[in-house]
């Protein structure tokens, strides 16, 4: 079965940057998508950005640019996302899902602090 | 960009009841829209692909409707485990969320 599985919560200061992970099984990681959304607790969904595993090649909504970077390791079928120079509008869950849109991570909170 | 209006934006109905959450995209996205229940806490988890279409598990009680700029979810009869945060989602031009409906049990 499909599986998407993030690394933990990350306490991070402003600033700084967090590399966040979402590890894959269950489907042929090396030749499909992959979208990582953000979420403020108690707000909406943005999309921050996708990349095909295939050859690396990434997509980011315009808001996000400088902000975040997407990589692949399909050795491991995990993505990653950093996400650097942090600030408290920053805090918040970052989700991993694969296109379609069916499986999801099950969210890491980042919160920015000092 | 296209902008996605939900409506109502807070929902209290009883458990039984016939409830309708309401989607409205700023054009028309040619019915490429999902819809997602999201409990506290947890993933969203997808309820409706391309307006109209259940996916695999989830319970009949939920369906989907709409054209051009105008998507609905339909809950025939609440139940408790229902209670939750829905959004709809359009995938016709870039990747956007509505800004979600929270149904309550009254």
């Known amino acids: 079965q499909v599986k998407l599985q993030q690394s933990g919560a990350e306490l991070v200061k402003p600033g700084a940057s967090v590399k966040l992970s979402c590890k894959t099984s269950?489907?042929?990681?090396?030749?499909?998508?992959m979208s990582w959304f953000k979420q403020i607790p108690g707000q909406s969904i943005e999309w921050i950005g996708m990349?095909?595993?295939?050859?690396?090649?990434?997509g980011y909504n315009q808001k996000f640019k400088g902000k975040a970077t997407l990589t692949v390791d399909t050795s491991s079928s995990t993505a990653y996302m950093d996400l650097s120079s942090l600030t408290t509008e920053d805090s918040a869950v970052y989700f991993c899902?694969?296109?379609?849109?069916?499986?999801w991570g099950q969210g890491v909170m980042v919160t920015v602090s000092s | 960009d296209i902008q996605m209006t939900q409506s109502p934006s807070l929902l209290s109905a009883s458990v039984g009841d016939r409830v309708t959450l309401n989607c409205k995209a700023s054009q028309n996205i040619n019915k490429n829209l999902n819809w997602y229940q999201q409990k506290l806490g947890e993933a969203p988890k997808l309820l409706i692909y391309y307006t109209n279409n259940l996916q695999t598990g989830i319970p009949s009680r939920f369906s989907g409707s709409g054209s051009g700029t105008d998507y609905t979810l339909t809950i025939s009869s609440l139940q408790p485990e229902d209670v939750a945060t829905y959004f709809c989602f359009q995938y016709n031009s870039g990747l956007t969320f509505g800004s979600g409906t929270k149904l309550e049990i009254k």
């Open positions: 990349i095909y595993a295939g050859d690396g090649g990434t």
């Open positions: 269950g489907y042929t990681f090396s030749t499909s998508y």
């Open positions: 899902a694969r296109p379609p849109f069916d499986y």
